[in-house]
């Protein structure tokens, strides 16, 4: 065989094509008009080719468009079909949007959505367009929208470096990356610059407030190399697509995975954002892990919500989300990364070197055949100090009282024992409370064993004096013993704790998919999977099924709320193989919270759930359980079908 005789495509590659043609298929086609900044004639290129296609017989209509009062941009608008927007009153503003179910209705060949990362009215179904538009695709409808490069999630801590203003609206990289096709709109900075003064991007009189803070001749050269960039980026992942696919020689390289370490941080966000890019520029999947330790309990609310940000946003991002649990975070990271070939681990840079380790030392000296990258975050606001938590009297009572009974038993028999017995007695309440109470009570408990002792048996008697030095280092060591057994003990009780919730949810999971196989009829798999269920997170559940085009009811607990509404929710989640409700972005303010039960393939139900502090039961290990339920429900449910 000649190097120039053609090589046949991998089987991996052709299965993956065999795949996205399937999807494509149902699914309509994207197109964005991309730009750098506001202004460049986003709106005006997608409308002038919405009128082309038009005029080429091909049914097209207007979903939302913005033009700012561009009489130039107005004129095209004319003749082309435009659904009515839906007009909401909230807090005595009105608020229009799309009308998403008109145009679902009314299920054009082409729809033109503008401003994918607008956020949507509070009383609308989705939080952001772009997920509008999402349902839309999946409806089958091709969309035209526009977007500009600052609102890209992946962008946005480098926007925000280079202009100084925070972009609130963004879409996550992994829809733009959906797109089938990308149309640079370009403008040079001095045009754009013309433009804005003349009052054609926006009003006069916000025109120099503009120019001021964001339209800046350095901003936009730096915003337009940006967005050249990415629309390059796009082009080269489609040619390495099809270079892949027919088997053309190129310079492949081995497969990289990329992993960041999430902290409760205000920096966690941009450290996701860091790692994205890293892991695109490499065409690498990608894991953000996050190790709980006993600090987790410890909290505040803050510092969950950082967390929870941060890993939503990595899900978002296309990450695949670990929550481990352990007693030192380097170990069980370094530990993950070498049992899963990971290339490159992406952490915080230490804000400062102190005595001690810090968490970056430690991965480097586990890691030494994996590239670290150290990321600096720059906080926007000052980091609020942490509160002390409180402390309970009671406990620090009951170790007072513990060790004082002690040290009477003790005097009592003090003849009998010896001064080394006695020290071991006045060491067993301390190990017995920092069993039970903790560290700090035990700490107490030692400090106070040390003075009784030093008064009652040890000369001069009845006073704090120490006659000897060797007593002096005796209860530095005392103390200092009774410091390290609170910290192990403390650390043993939850490493405990952690065991017996883990244990307690894999047998739960383990036994629900032993039941499943076994299980004859779809009705014994609807009640294994709600009895299973409560046992690993109490909650009122309900499973709903696919019947004549619907969903319904086929089995809940007493207490699920079946109304109108979580219908229409339910059947959305169906149709849309995407969770909704309570805890995500479609329609937060449901009732419950709604998975749709997935195979490889197809949608075979939902599955509602209901908790009474989703705040606290919906966190990403939890939302890895109950979807991991779905699934399992959903392949039993197969089976079983496919008998019948």
């Not at 999630?153 to 609130?168: H, K, L, M």
């Not at 953000?288 to 940000?309: C, G, P």
């Amino acid at each position: 065989m000649t190097d120039i005789e053609p090589k046949r495509p991998e089987p991996e590659s052709l299965l993956a094509i065999a795949q996205q043609e399937e999807t494509a298929k149902k699914r309509g086609k994207l197109t964005i008009y991309f730009g750098a900044a506001p202004g460049v004639g986003k709106t005006y290129s997608m409308l002038s080719d919405a009128r082309m296609r038009k005029q080429e017989g091909i049914d097209v209509v207007v979903g939302y468009a913005e033009t700012h009062g561009r009489a130039e941009t107005e004129i095209l608008l004319e003749g082309l079909e435009i659904v009515p927007l839906v007009v909401t009153d909230y807090k005595g503003v009105r608020l229009s949007e799309m009308d998403l179910d008109g145009v679902l209705a009314r299920r054009p060949k082409i729809v033109l959505v503008d401003e994918l990362a607008h956020t949507n009215a509070p009383t609308s179904r989705n939080a952001k367009r772009y997920q509008d538009v999402e349902e839309l695709l999946n409806a089958g409808i091709d969309v035209y929208s526009t977007l500009n490069v600052q609102h890209l999630e992946s962008q946005n801590d480098i926007v925000f470096r280079i202009t100084g203003v925070r972009v609130s609206e963004t879409i996550p990289d992994t829809f733009f990356q959906l797109a089938d096709e990308i149309k640079l709109v370009d403008l040079p900075f001095e045009e754009l610059l013309k433009r804005l003064k003349e009052g054609k991007v926006y009003a006069k009189d916000m025109a120099e407030n503009a120019v001021k803070r964001f339209f800046k001749p350095g901003n936009l050269l730096a915003l337009r190399e940006m967005s050249l960039r990415l629309v390059a980026g796009s082009v080269d992942e489609k040619m390495l697509q099809y270079m892949r696919a027919h088997a053309i020689a190129g310079p492949w390289f081995a497969t990289e995975r990329v992993l960041v370490g999430v902290l409760a941080s205000p920096y966690a966000e941009q450290l996701v954002r860091s790692a994205f890019r890293i892991a695109s520029d490499m065409n690498a999947e990608w894991v953000a892990i996050y190790v709980e330790t006993a600090k987790h309990a410890q909290f505040s609310d803050k510092e969950r919500e950082w967390l929870k940000n941060a890993l939503d946003l990595a899900q978002k991002l296309g990450a695949h989300v670990v929550w481990v649990k352990g007693d030192d975070v380097a170990e069980e990271i370094a530990r993950y990364a070498q049992s899963h070939n990971v290339t490159k681990i992406v952490m915080g840079k230490p804000r400062r070197f102190g005595l001690f380790p810090t968490l970056a030392r430690k991965i480097l000296v586990r890691t030494k055949d994996i590239d670290v990258f150290l990321f600096a975050g720059k906080s926007e606001q000052p980091i609020p100090k942490k509160k002390i938590g409180m402390i309970s009297p009671l406990n620090f009572v009951i170790s007072a009282v513990a060790v004082i009974l002690g040290s009477l038993f003790g005097f009592l028999l003090r003849d009998i024992l010896g001064q080394i017995n006695l020290l071991f007695l006045m060491l067993l309440p301390v190990v017995i409370i920092a069993i039970f109470l903790g560290r700090g009570p035990s700490i107490f408990a030692a400090v106070l064993s040390v003075l009784i002792f030093d008064f009652l048996f040890i000369p001069p008697y009845f006073t704090f004096a120490v006659a000897d030095v060797r007593y002096f280092i005796s209860y530095l060591l005392f103390i200092a013993f009774a410091f390290l057994i609170s910290n192990l003990a403390s650390n043993l009780q939850y490493k405990v704790q952690q065991l017996q919730q883990s244990e307690s949810r894999n047998t739960t999971l383990y036994e629900l998919s032993h039941d499943l196989v076994t299980a004859q009829s779809i009705e014994q798999v609807l009640h294994l999977m709600i009895r299973h269920t409560r046992q690993i997170i109490p909650c009122d559940m309900a499973i709903l099924l696919p019947e004549a085009g619907q969903v319904l009811v086929k089995a809940s607990t007493d207490g699920f709320q079946i109304t109108p509404k979580e219908l229409g929710i339910a059947a959305w989640v169906w149709l849309n193989g995407e969770p909704a409700g309570m805890g995500t972005d479609t329609l937060p303010e449901a009732w419950a919270y709604y998975l749709p039960m997935k195979t490889t393939d197809t949608v075979k139900g939902v599955a509602g759930f209901h908790f009474d502090n989703p705040e606290q039961v919906l966190t990403p290990e939890n939302k890895v359980v109950l979807d991991t339920i779905a699934r399992l429900g959903a392949l039993a449910i197969e089976r079983i079908g496919g008998k019948e």
